[in-house]
């Protein structure tokens, strides 16, 4: 926030914080990540998953930073239901996500109890962030561009609602973002939800298509594009803030993280231009779009 200027913060750990709080298992390992001491593929499993335990030094570091950030909003963030039900049933990271499908077409009741469980967990520890101080909060769903979309509709989205109804009360802006998700954008444009986030494998203007009207967009810069040279950046970027001004707001972001080897000179430098131009480049080409329609002339 400091060096790039940017206009949020997001309080970002590692996904499998509530699992920890709830008393599962799991430890990270370098070079693989997340391993779950004990799967969970059964009933029994799921019932020994318990309530969301303690979660101060989460709560403290959101008192501390929305206290030092001032007017900056301070995004709180966690793990979708299904991302988490992954780790969880294959007992650490996947490519194929074979057994979740497995399970969660072959044992559906098993299924339907792990999604309620971490939809729960997940809401409350939402709910916690945004107590303790956090203006926003983005939901991640990192697996979930790995199923057909009547999958996701029929086994996912139901439990992400149900995820975002622990906080329903709460006048916050919430935005929902999955990884590889270009076929599920329209589907995961939850009521419940003001944001969708787009990644950087579909164009923006295809992702707002998809989603519709009804909400506001955020992406999509590909992070590998910050490896060229500015004059690159700079049309991409402008390229995307034109095609944002086609739904009902664009929050402009990466289409995914930054990327280890980036100069953070190009970050700063490219903050720097979205609030220098921005506001002209919407304006341009909202005015075009206006044009072309013959909205103005009438």
Same mark, same amino acid.
């Given at each position: 926030?400091?060096?790039?200027?940017?206009?949020?913060?997001?309080?970002?750990?590692?996904?499998?914080?509530?699992?920890?709080?709830?008393?599962?298992?799991?430890?990270?390992?370098?070079?693989?990540?997340?391993?779950?001491?004990?799967?969970?593929?059964?009933?029994?499993?799921?019932?020994?998953?318990?309530?969301?335990?303690?979660?101060?030094?989460?709560?403290?570091?959101?008192? %501390?930073?929305?206290?030092?950030? /001032? +007017?900056?909003?301070?995004?709180? $963030?966690?793990?979708?239901?299904? @991302? #988490? =039900?992954?780790?969880?049933?294959?007992?650490?990271?996947?490519?194929?996500?074979?057994?979740?499908?497995?399970?969660?077409?072959?044992?559906?009741?098993?299924?339907?109890?792990?999604?309620?469980?971490?939809?729960?967990?997940?809401?409350?520890?939402? %709910?916690?962030?945004?107590?303790? /101080? +956090?203006?926003?909060?983005?939901? $991640?769903?990192?697996?979930?561009? @790995? #199923? =057909?979309?009547?999958?996701?509709?029929?086994?996912?989205?139901?439990?992400?609602?149900?995820?975002?109804?622990?906080?329903?009360?709460?006048?916050?802006?919430?935005?929902?973002?999955?990884?590889?998700?270009?076929?599920?954008?329209?589907?995961?444009?939850?009521?419940?939800?003001?944001?969708?986030?787009?990644?950087?494998?579909?164009?923006?203007?295809?992702?707002?298509?998809?989603?519709?009207?009804?909400?506001?967009?955020?992406?999509?810069?590909?992070?590998?594009?910050?490896?060229?040279?500015?004059?690159?950046?700079?049309?991409?970027?402008?390229?995307?803030?034109?095609?944002?001004?086609?739904?009902?707001?664009?929050?402009?972001?990466?289409?995914?993280?930054?990327?280890?080897?980036?100069?953070?000179?190009?970050?700063?430098?490219?903050?720097?231009?979205?609030?220098?131009?921005?506001?002209?480049?919407?304006?341009?080409?909202?005015?075009?779009?206006?044009?072309?329609?013959?909205?103005?002339?009438?």
């Amino acid at each position: 926030v400091r060096r790039h200027g940017v206009d949020a913060a997001i309080l970002f750990s590692d996904i499998l914080v509530p699992l920890r709080a709830a008393g599962v298992d799991v430890t990270i390992e370098p070079g693989v990540g997340p391993v779950m001491a004990q799967p969970v593929r059964d009933v029994a499993a799921v019932g020994r998953i318990g309530d969301l335990g303690d979660t101060t030094a989460v709560e403290g570091a959101v008192k %501390r930073l929305a206290a030092e950030l /001032g +007017a900056t909003p301070l995004i709180g $963030f966690c793990g979708a239901p299904f @991302t #988490l =039900a992954s780790y969880l049933v294959e007992g650490g990271p996947s490519r194929e996500h074979a057994l979740t499908k497995a399970l969660m077409w072959g044992q559906p009741a098993v299924w339907d109890a792990l999604m309620t469980r971490i939809a729960d967990l997940a809401g409350e520890f939402l %709910r916690r962030q945004l107590l303790a /101080g +956090a203006s926003a909060v983005q939901v $991640f769903d990192s697996w979930a561009g @790995t #199923l =057909a979309r009547p999958d996701y509709e029929a086994f996912v989205r139901p439990y992400t609602q149900r995820l975002f109804s622990h906080i329903a009360d709460l006048p916050v802006p919430r935005i929902h973002f999955g990884v590889v998700t270009g076929e599920l954008l329209a589907s995961m444009a939850l009521p419940q939800c003001d944001v969708v986030g787009v990644d950087f494998r579909v164009t923006l203007a295809d992702g707002i298509s998809r989603i519709g009207p009804d909400h506001s967009v955020q992406g999509n810069l590909d992070p590998a594009a910050t490896l060229s040279p500015w004059p690159v950046v700079q049309q991409q970027a402008r390229d995307i803030i034109a095609a944002g001004a086609a739904a009902r707001g664009h929050i402009f972001n990466l289409g995914h993280g930054v990327l280890p080897q980036t100069d953070p000179e190009m970050l700063t430098a490219l903050v720097s231009w979205i609030h220098e131009h921005g506001s002209d480049v919407r304006a341009e080409a909202m005015s075009k779009t206006l044009t072309g329609s013959g909205k103005v002339d009438s």
